[in-house]
């Protein structure tokens, strides 16, 4: 032994004999727990998942996403179930296209792995509303997410919904479907100190509801370290492996939801992202100290496609994670997880079987040993020291263990992987330019209508909500008044404070002025000097969300849109939040739906011009490029708003808004191939600032 090495105290901890099984009546596989692991067809198993979210890529790119998340060593995939994509409006349903949860679950059965289905749901996923419909605001009486009737029979209404079209379906693995785990609410734990005495019951109430709808897999609440029995507590974040106190019974197992592979870019939240060296780290360390479960969230993130966003978030959703946003395999992190799961499950038969020894091997190294009567031995190696190598005796041989680094021995002898060195070869993303639109002659244009307080019909003595007003039906709400301005003077300045996300101001059909908050800071003031008529003026306040709130209690009391409008000139200062003003709900080509292509002629467009003014729809026709390809549609040139190709949107985008090192937070948008046709495609562009198309190009994304 070298100098200043110790072998000190060694612990045993046993395996907990006690299985849960989850009752069905229906032919297929069991699938049950005990304090070890979930145990499916009477086999514990060791199992890697991936969140994978259905409608956040396309039908077509879901046996290829699944597929390679196979090849990547995943046994389960993992979805969030979305209840306002579903649900749009009370009653309606749908699930078609991108909502086909049915036709995603049965493509995971066909590639041979298991499925996760989170139900929620309340799903939060930086989804729009966290997923809720927000027709649900106006149920009387409702109070989101706490012991609330209204919210409860919804809320069972829905999950009882999902659960009898899976089971029609013969989709749980009780009936020998791939779905083997149930998700009921979501992070609750975060917010149910503020719903006081209606939380608990609330918590109790939601998993005797789910165990109540016969599933025959068992049901877990993620980040609720007081699940009731027999829901199972489980961890989300980066750090499980350090954070996680474990499990609320030693009956029930270690599970690991969500693994954050990297962060979302939301806008005015510094873009991050996290190496594929921390992921291995924590996820060996939570397997060392008794993980059976680890779910990679995400691992391939996609596309917010349309409206879906929450607030301030990117289009681009998890573009870093081991699979792209087009699906591209990000290496080196998926190779390096791959090859994690390989050494993991070389030692199964210890892990699962075993017994389970700790062993100190200095101030910040452990050493977690799986051993079985056999003699066959697993060890996980284990340095937390994040500043320094560290030299370590085990078993009388001494192993050199890296900054922040698991060392994993199948036989508790050799070395098969340690997290901190990477054996795989970095890949690139390679953006080629494809079809240009930099020529005046191919754009139409049409300038929306700035309506005044005499176009509107609906009308108040008051600023109302925003979001209570648009019912989500559109980004925009514009507040319209009339203004007396009795004064030699023509100069003055509008003050509007707003509660978000952007505002456009406009006085006599003139923009003079835009503001916005971000992620970290929703809340803003546009103060700008204004020129007024001696008369009659109008003022035209655009308010703009993009996306709604995600997360908190109380979702249902948020505020959004303008909370005080004043103007200063020489002679007084008028606050007009109680003036007399006019409402209406989105933009004149979003009613027409003039990004159809049968709707498109409900305006008359016109060629366009280089004033690149305000509110402007821009339109192009262009035939498809190569076949099998991956797009992207290069929108640098362009400030804010949402795009469309074939009636389809792309998303909302936001160039004009930079980082702190003043590049944009995303600049291409995928699209699809199932989006484009092979002649005559339709690009339809809404730009609420004053970006030209003709930077605009259609690029071809691949990796290098």
Request: aromatic content about 12%.
């Amino acid at each position: 032994m070298e100098k200043g090495m110790l072998v000190l105290g060694l612990v045993a901890v046993m395996v907990v004999g006690v299985v849960v099984v989850v009752e069905s009546s229906v032919e297929g596989e069991e699938v049950s727990y005990d304090g070890r692991s979930l145990i499916i067809n009477g086999q514990r198993k060791l199992l890697f998942s991936a969140s994978i979210h259905y409608p956040r890529s396309t039908p077509e790119m879901w046996g290829s996403l699944i597929g390679k998340a196979k090849e990547g060593g995943i046994d389960v995939i993992q979805t969030y179930v979305f209840w306002n994509l579903h649900e749009p409006e009370k009653g309606q349903y749908d699930f078609s296209g991108r909502a086909d949860i049915v036709r995603f679950i049965k493509e995971i059965q066909a590639h041979g792995l298991y499925a996760s289905l989170r139900i929620g749901p309340f799903i939060e996923a930086e989804w729009n509303y966290g997923g809720l419909p927000f027709w649900l605001h106006d149920v009387p009486g409702i109070v989101y997410r706490c012991d609330s009737e209204p919210f409860k029979v919804h809320m069972q209404n829905f999950t009882t919904k999902i659960v009898n079209m899976m089971k029609s379906e013969n989709l749980y693995a009780s009936q020998g479907g791939p779905i083997i785990l149930s998700q009921i609410e979501n992070e609750y734990e975060m917010v149910e100190h503020a719903f006081h005495e209606k939380g608990p019951p609330y918590v109790r109430w939601a998993a005797q509801m789910a165990v109540a709808l016969q599933t025959g897999v068992p049901w877990m609440m993620c980040k609720q370290y007081d699940a009731p029995d027999p829901v199972i507590n489980t961890c989300n974040g980066m750090k499980c492996g350090v954070s996680f106190p474990g499990p609320n019974s030693p009956n029930k197992p270690w599970l690991w939801t969500e693994n954050w592979t990297t962060w979302y870019r939301a806008y005015g939240k510094e873009p991050e992202t996290r190496s594929a060296q921390d992921i291995a780290f924590q996820v060996a360390l939570f397997v060392a100290r008794n993980g059976t479960f680890v779910n990679y969230y995400m691992y391939h993130g996609g596309t917010n496609f349309g409206r879906t966003t929450s607030a301030f978030t990117t289009t681009s959703y998890y573009d870093d994670a081991p699979l792209d946003e087009y699906g591209f395999i990000r290496l080196p992190k998926l190779g390096h997880l791959k090859q994690l799961h390989e050494a993991i499950k070389s030692c199964s038969n210890p892990i699962l079987f075993g017994t389970q020894f700790t062993l100190s091997l200095g101030q910040q190294q452990m050493g977690y040993i799986y051993k079985r009567n056999s003699g066959e031995c697993a060890a996980f190696l284990v340095n937390q020291d994040d500043t320094k190598s560290v030299t370590v005796i085990f078993h009388n041989s001494s192993y050199e263990l890296g900054p922040s680094s698991v060392s994993i021995l199948p036989d508790c002898k050799n070395v098969v992987f340690n997290t901190a060195k990477v054996n795989v070869k970095n890949n690139t993303r390679l953006i080629t330019t494809g079809k240009k639109f930099n020529e005046s002659e191919m754009w139409q244009e049409f300038k929306d209508i700035i309506p005044t307080f005499a176009d509107t019909s609906m009308r108040s003595k008051t600023l109302l909500e925003h979001m209570n007003t648009t019912k989500d039906m559109s980004d925009y709400l514009w507040y319209t008044f009339s203004y007396q301005h009795e004064s030699s003077n023509s100069k003055a300045v509008l003050s509007v404070r707003s509660a978000g996300h952007v505002l456009h101001a406009f006085v006599n059909g003139a923009l003079i002025g835009s503001g916005n908050g971000n992620h970290e800071k929703v809340n803003f003031t546009l103060d700008n000097t204004i020129t007024l008529n001696n008369g009659s003026n109008n003022i035209s306040l655009l308010s703009v969300t993009v996306g709604l709130p995600d997360s908190g209690a109380f979702l249902e009391r948020k505020a959004l849109g303008l909370r005080r409008v004043r103007i200063h000139d020489i002679q007084n200062s008028k606050d007009l939040s109680n003036h007399r003003w006019g409402y209406q709900v989105g933009l004149l080509g979003e009613k027409l739906q003039i990004y159809l292509d049968h709707s498109s002629s409900n305006v008359q467009w016109r060629n366009f011009t280089s004033s690149n003014n305000p509110l402007t729809w821009y339109k192009i026709r262009f035939d498809a490029l190569i076949k099998n390809e991956s797009f992207g549609l290069n929108l640098g040139s362009m400030g804010k708003g949402e795009v469309w190709i074939n009636g389809q949107s792309i998303g909302r985008y936001w160039a004009s808004f930079l980082t702190s090192q003043g590049s944009p937070y995303q600049t291409w948008y995928h699209v699809p191939m199932s989006f484009l046709k092979p002649k005559d495609n339709l690009l339809v562009i809404l730009e609420e600032q004053n970006g030209s198309p003709l930077g605009i190009s259609l690029d071809i994304i691949s990796t290098i």
